[in-house]
Structure formats: C-alpha cells, structure tokens
C-alpha cells in the first residue's frame, strides 16, 4: 500500500479541494467578524507558514498561542503544524507566573496574542527571554503596541502575511512528529505538559467523527465554543475540515446573547462547550422568547451534568444534549454518549474505537469483575499520552493504561459514570481548581491556624471552592482572607464562600479530614458565608 503520513495538515487539503466554498465564520460579540471559505483559509495559513519559516524557525520549535477562537488563531493553528511546528496553546485564564513557567519550559521562539490580550502579554514577556517574535491577532496593520523593553519584534497577522508570506510544501515530515503542546494548567503541582503528535491527532479526529460520537458532516453547521486553548478546541478544529463542515468561531464573547445571535444568523445546528455557557444560553432564549431553529445537538464535556440539567437544557434549547468525558491526556475525547441516548446512560458515554477502558483498585490492580463495582479509570489507546513534556519516566502502568486520577463505575451496556476524583480538586466551568495553592496562600495570614478547601456542588459551575477556616483570637473579615488571593491565583479561583469552624476535623494521620468536612457542610452543620470575588 502507498505510504500515506497522517498528518494535519491534509485535513485543511481536503477541505480546499473538495468543500471550498464552505465558510469559516468568525463572531465578535454575536456579530460576524470575518468570513473566509475553505479554499482562501488554507492559502493563508499556507502562506503563514512561509512567514513563520522567515523568522528562522525550525521543524520542532514551539510556537505560543494566546488567543480566542477566531479566524486568525485557526489559520495559525495550521500554518504551525504544517510545516511540523508545534502549536503551544495558552489559556488566558491562568496567572502570569502560570503562564511565564509554561512558555519558559516550552522554550517558545514566538508567540502569538490576542489584541485584547496584550496588557497580559505585557506581563508574561519580562519573565520569557526565549521570545523572538509577537505576532497580534485580530488586529489590522496599524495596531501593533510596543511591548516596553523586551527585544521581540512586533508584527501584527496581516503585517507579517503581507511583507514574510510565501506558499511552502506542507507535510513531508514523520508522522509521530510533534504538532500541539497543551498543559495541564498546574493544578497537581507544576504545570505539566502534553505533547499531541500529527497520527494522534488524525486518529483521534476519526474517532470523533464517527456516528456514534461528534459525527459531524457537510451539511453540518458547528459552533466551536470550547475554546481552542482546551486540547485543541477538543480536536474540532481539525473535525469540521476533514468533513467540510461549516465553522463558526464565536470569539471571546459567549454570553448567552451574543451566541444566540451568531448561531441563529448562521444556522448552527451542532454546538460544543462546557455546561456554564449552555446555561447561560438557555437562560437567554427564555427571558426573551427566542429560538434556534436549525440547531439540532449540543455537546457538552468538562463537568459531569445531572440528568434533570440535560432535560432542562433540551426543553430551553430545542435540541439533544449529548454527554462526554475527556481530559488534556486524552486528546481530550474519552467517552461520549451516543445521538439519541437518554437517562443515565448517557451520564459520560461509552468509549469509542480506539480507546480502552479499566477499572482497578487503589493498588492499581485489575478489578474483576468491571462492570458495577466503583474504581480507579486507567485509560489507553492512539491518542492517549504516554509521558509528559520532558518527563523522563513514562506515565503508564505495566499494562500501558494512564492512571486518570478519576473515580468511575462502568454499567452492564459500557457506559461510563465519573463518580469523583481520586485527589481534591474542584471542577469548576470545565476547569480545574487546585485546593491546596488556595490554602497555602490562607495559611499564611497569622490568625489562621487551619484551612481546608472543599467543593460545593453548583448549577451552573458544576462545583464551587468554599472556603473552611479555624482561627485563633478575634473573628476574622471574609473579605480580608480573600483578599489575600488576590492576584496570586486566577480570580475564578478565589471562592465565593467563606465558613469558620471551632474545630478543624483531623483524622487519624493528623491531616484535616476532609471527607468529614464537606459531609458536614452538606448536611448544614458548617454555614458558608457569602463574599465577593
């Protein structure tokens, strides 16, 4: 058989030959911004990539992207990968010092910025020597900004486009060559992070598009509003290509409204994001009456949704909620619940062709029998990591499964139900809060002589961070204690709750027990009070 190197960029081929009219749309606060077919999207990002071979980067160098879900991050996304650079995906979200120790271990060469993301910028550059080159996004000619004293070259997109641009043969390279970098937003410890090479991609892109999972297809219109700093936007940006489906880019704005009118002007009829802006959007179409009409299926990832929310959704929507489960490890995609699925079966889905599943005990032995019994999930498969960026052990048992820090029961029909997670962090919107920098941070005001962060389940976010203290001499302001994280950990982290116990539970090593503390604050035994964020 012919050789055939599964790589990314054929994707973005596909699609200009053979659906090159259909449109990448992108929205700015619910308003079309920009409007590009297939066939012009790919002789862009391909002449970005002769631009970017023009700053004298090379096959490997990791290129840093801070930035939205618009037509300029995705014509960078294939401009990078097309030429076996690596695309290192940036949440805004994250502090500074986060984001300056990720660049640093990637050692990024450029980085690409969101224009309203250049004050953040400004912050990370002081702190990131290994920066040559700032291209702006989403900004025209005039609109590049000094960035104070740091030595990297200012261009904006169209800039560097229009003086560096030049066609270049894309592909040619291994296919186990690296093409994204994402991490894992430092919330075990350090950063860490994960290398997604071209087959892992173009394989997991496959699995997605099957019927039983994302199954898009041409005549499909999707609103991408995962953000496309979440493992690749959740590999869709590489999905609706393959099968030339319409895409639509909201941008940074997601409110309820503005997707509401970007979906309607665009016949959305599949959407995928995290619950906290289905919510929203649902909240919207019902104080104002309005439908979308063409939209057929929303999928959500990120945190477990109750059944009651999903039907609660679909009544607001007018559309099927599928269910899924994944993580940064995983490409992300690890389970999701078949079109047409209803009640909990559909809690996280099954897994699909090319993922394996195991349940094991707390020793990391097999459970037998699988199915019904609570246990650790292992996962492995094409698109499963097998170590982190510069790990120097692999992170897999013998078998070669991934231990993903999840509690699961799978039923008797192979679907998922995630039960917990085997540590402490706290879900929240899709993103992860780790407890502990929260209460080091705490534990240094000198009236605090314990601190516990727990979860509170929500809504909207899924869980919540509530803040337990036991203090020593007066009581102590809410407000003062958050205060203290202040600008030392990201602002969706800092907890709306606030509660003071005489007594922290210890148990029996010593350490704060705190299985005992969010059972007695479920049970009303512990008060939270409300503070401002």
Known sequence: MQPYGLTIDKFLDHAAKWFPDRQIVGGDAGRVATRIDYAALRARSNRMSG????????????????????????????????????????????????????????????LAVAVDLLPLAREILPLCPSIEHVVVLDAPLSDAEALGSHPARVWTHEALLEELGAECAWGGFDENAPAG???????????????????????????????????????????????????????????????????????????????????????VTVAVGVQTVWLALADHL???????????????????????????????LGAEVQTSWGMTELSPIGTIAPPGTTGDARASGRPLMGLDLKLTDAEGNTLVPQRGILGHLKVKGHSVLDRYYLGES??????????????????????????????????????????????AIIGTHPAVRHVAVIGRPDVKWGERPVLIVETQGDDQDPQALVRLLRGKVADWWIPDQVAEVAAMPLAASGKIDKNRLRADYAEGRILGERVAR
């Not at 104080?287 to 039907?311: M, Q």
């Open 51 to 110: 631009a970017l071979l023009a700053l004298g980067l090379a096959e490997g160098d990791r290129v840093g992207t801070l930035a939205w879900n618009t037509q300029h991050h995705l014509e960078l996304y294939y401009a990078a990968m097309g030429v076996g650079l690596v695309c290192h995906t940036l949440n805004p979200r994250l502090t500074t010092a986060h984001l300056a120790a990720m660049m640093n271990e990637a050692e990024d060469r450029v």
């Open 181 to 267: 970098l994402c991490y894992t937003s430092g919330t075990t410890g350090s950063p860490k992070g994960v290398v997604y090479t071209h087959r892992s991609n173009y394989l997991h892109t496959l699995r997605a598009l099957q019927a039983d999972a994302v199954a898009l297809t041409a005549s499909d219109a999707l609103l991408l509003a995962v953000p496309m700093f979440h493992a690749n936007g959740w590999g869709l940006p590489f999905a609706a290509p393959a099968v030339g489906t319409k895409l639509v880019l909201p941008g940074r704005a997601i409110d309820g409204a503005s997707l509401a009118r970007l979906m309607r002007d665009e016949g």
């Open 286 to 316: 019902e104080e104002t009456g309005e439908e979308l009409p063409a939209l057929k299926r929303v999928l959500i990832g990120g945190s477990s949704c109750p059944d009651a929310l999903i039907r609660r959704l679909e009544d607001r």
């Open 394 to 439: 692999d992170a897999l048992d013998t078998e070669g499964y991934f231990d993903t820090g999840d509690l699961a029961m799978i039923d008797d029909s192979g679907n998922l139900t995630i039960c917990g997670r085997a540590k402490d962090l706290i879900k929240s919107g899709g993103e992860w809060i780790n407890p502990t920098e929260i209460e």
